[in-house]
């Protein structure tokens, strides 16, 4: 459900920017009552075996380019037909 196209129906462009600017800047500044932003960083150097720790995180790092990658050439999350 578009909920900021209902705002934007109801308010003026203005009003309705700084209400988005407003919930933006507070998930951006609640990321300072996290103790450790790099968390998935901390599991993976938790969780992998102390030899293999370097090809882990390697492993992390390649599958998230290969996801990007994916989702660029095949328009998944935007094809229409």
């Known amino acids: 459900m578009p909920v900021i196209g209902i705002f934007i129906d109801r308010w003026n462009r203005v009003t309705a920017l700084t209400f988005c600017m407003g ?11 996290i103790g450790n932003q790099l968390d998935p960083w901390s599991l993976i ?31 998944a999350p935007f094809s229409t037909a």
């Open 23 to 33: 919930l933006a800047a507070v998930g951006y500044l609640s990321l300072a009552l």
């Open 45 to 75: 150097g938790q969780e992998a075996p102390k030899e293999a720790r370097g090809s882990v995180i390697g492993a992390f790092n390649i599958s998230g380019a290969i996801g990007i990658l994916f989702f660029i050439t095949t328009e």
